[in-house]
């Protein structure tokens, strides 16, 4: 069997044994005990010019492909949510080609689909709310008309604009009024956005909560429920027992999705995660263990694989998604392992070794020996040797 090199921070090397597929199996049926979505990334063309500061070049093949691999899965896909690459790579006339192709290709096969709603196409930093609400409306219809549904995504342009809790209330009661089905809210948090520290009004996340819970209660019928993405657990099952029961809790915490996805035998959090999108196959078989009722099986898959994604979202955790493309490369996805803006760089050889090492141990290489190969050729590439390791 092939060993797996790994490397300390210290630039030190060691061996560990790699170990086989999981053998999970794609479900025959739809998931039902809880609604998951994995936030999916963008593939670049190998070839392009995906530099920092460039328009996106993307490779619509391989994109997509990823797509119908977690669609394969039963999971939905939210797209256009890359909090890591909208603005830092993935400019807003890509972002609207994303969005419709996944759209279209979500239709092909009865796939579920969201879609992320912002105002960031706009040039200027700083804009009027009139300005704002203009925005996200020319993104929601647009959204719509595709036949995505839709997160109405935390706003930086909101986050500047507004002095009160009140201009939240205004901003979210006007654009809500202009959707045609209901949508699904976000609360980013400052590990994924510095810019949205005080968002919804405060800083703490108990008093920004009550304006949270004004806006979905004076907004039922537009409001299908809400993602939180703080990467506190507190947070957001205090905020889960206040929703009316018409309005969803998505789990965006993925620090804390295990506990949350299963609940305390009350209330559950359903997920919209971009770990997922570098487990979908994970995130598939513990969700058909729940609906089988086994919720220690739940508990066996979904549990080693909390490590993981801590790493892959460590501080500064808005370079996130370079683990994820990391991943999907490892595991055949894509061609190279590289990213529009240039993020593949973000970060280091040390950080990917842990995902290595983490993804080995919890069942998230889908194809094994591949994988090893792959990073064993990242390594050499670096001048580093993997001591003959390989395949």
Same mark, same amino acid.
């Given at each position: 069997?092939?060993?797996?090199?790994?490397?300390?921070?210290?630039?030190?090397?060691?061996?560990?044994?790699?170990?086989?597929?999981?053998?999970?199996?794609?479900?025959?049926?739809?998931?039902?005990?809880?609604?998951?979505?994995?936030?999916?990334?963008?593939?670049?063309?190998?070839?392009?010019?995906?530099?920092?500061?460039?328009?996106?070049?993307?490779?619509?093949?391989?994109?997509?492909?990823?797509?119908?691999?977690?669609?394969?899965?039963?999971?939905?896909?939210?797209?256009?949510?890359?909090?890591?690459?909208?603005?830092?790579?993935?400019?807003?006339?890509?972002?609207?080609?994303?969005?419709?192709?996944?759209?279209?290709?979500?239709?092909?096969?009865?796939?579920?689909?969201?879609?992320?709603?912002?105002?960031?196409?706009?040039?200027?930093?700083?804009?009027?709310?009139?300005?704002?609400?203009?925005?996200?409306?020319?993104?929601?219809?647009?959204?719509?008309?595709?036949?995505?549904?839709?997160?109405?995504?935390? !706003?930086?342009?909101?986050?500047?604009?507004?002095?009160?809790?009140?201009?939240?209330?205004?901003?979210?009661?006007?654009?809500?009024?202009?959707?045609?089905?209901?949508?699904?809210?976000?609360?980013?948090?400052?590990?994924?956005?510095?810019?949205?520290?005080?968002?919804?009004?405060?800083?703490?996340?108990?008093?920004?909560?009550?304006?949270?819970?004004?806006?979905?209660?004076?907004?039922?019928?537009?409001?299908?429920?809400?993602?939180?993405?703080?990467?506190?657990?507190?947070?957001?099952?205090?905020?889960?027992?206040?929703?009316?029961?018409?309005?969803?809790?998505?789990?965006?915490?993925?620090?804390?999705?295990?506990?949350?996805?299963?609940?305390?035998?009350?209330?559950? !959090?359903?997920?919209?995660?971009?770990?997922?999108?570098?487990?979908?196959?994970?995130?598939?078989?513990?969700?058909?263990?729940?609906?089988?009722?086994?919720?220690?099986?739940?508990?066996?898959?979904?549990?080693?694989?909390?490590?993981?994604?801590?790493?892959?979202?460590?501080?500064?955790?808005?370079?996130?998604?370079?683990?994820?493309?990391?991943?999907?490369?490892?595991?055949?996805?894509?061609?190279?392992?590289?990213?529009?803006?240039?993020?593949?760089?973000?970060?280091?050889?040390?950080?990917? !070794?842990?995902?290595?090492?983490?993804?080995?141990?919890?069942?998230?290489?889908?194809?094994?020996?591949?994988?090893?190969?792959?990073?064993?050729?990242?390594?050499?590439?670096?001048?580093? !040797?993997?001591?003959?390791?390989?395949?």
């Amino acid at each position: 069997m092939t060993d797996l090199t790994l490397l300390a921070e210290d630039g030190g090397t060691s061996r560990a044994p790699l170990n086989p597929a999981p053998g999970f199996t794609k479900p025959t049926g739809t998931l039902t005990s809880r609604v998951a979505y994995a936030a999916a990334h963008v593939v670049p063309r190998v070839t392009a010019e995906n530099i920092p500061g460039a328009p996106a070049d993307i490779d619509w093949d391989a994109t997509l492909a990823f797509r119908h691999h977690v669609w394969s899965w039963g999971l939905g896909v939210a797209d256009a949510m890359d909090t890591a690459q909208r603005n830092m790579g993935l400019d807003a006339a890509a972002t609207r080609e994303l969005i419709s192709r996944s759209a279209t290709e979500a239709q092909s096969v009865g796939g579920a689909l969201v879609v992320g709603v912002n105002t960031d196409h706009l040039d200027e930093e700083v804009v009027s709310l009139d300005r704002v609400i203009d925005a996200y409306k020319e993104q929601l219809h647009f959204t719509e008309d595709a036949g995505a549904g839709v997160v109405l995504m935390a !706003s930086r342009h909101l986050a500047r604009a507004a002095s009160s809790a009140d201009d939240y209330r205004r901003v979210y009661r006007e654009v809500l009024s202009a959707a045609s089905t209901p949508v699904t809210l976000h609360w980013l948090g400052a590990a994924f956005d510095p810019i949205l520290a005080e968002y919804f009004g405060s800083a703490d996340s108990t008093v920004a909560s009550d304006t949270v819970i004004d806006i979905i209660e004076e907004n039922r019928a537009s409001v299908a429920g809400i993602k939180m993405s703080l990467l506190d657990a507190d947070a957001e099952i205090a905020v889960r027992k206040r929703l009316p029961e018409s309005a969803r809790m998505f789990t965006g915490d993925d620090f804390n999705y295990v506990g949350l996805i299963a609940g305390d035998g009350t209330a559950h !959090s359903d997920a919209l995660l971009g770990a997922f999108a570098a487990l979908a196959p994970n995130a598939s078989a513990a969700i058909q263990a729940l609906d089988a009722g086994d919720d220690a099986r739940y508990l066996d898959i979904l549990g080693p694989t909390e490590a993981l994604s801590r790493q892959i979202f460590a501080a500064p955790t808005y370079y996130y998604k370079t683990g994820v493309a990391f991943m999907s490369w490892l595991n055949g996805h894509q061609q190279a392992f590289s990213m529009v803006g240039g993020l593949h760089a973000a970060r280091s050889l040390p950080h990917l !070794s842990r995902i290595v090492e983490l993804a080995n141990a919890s069942g998230g290489l889908e194809r094994p020996e591949l994988a090893a190969a792959r990073w064993h050729t990242l390594l050499s590439v670096n001048g580093i !040797s993997t001591n003959g390791a390989g395949v």
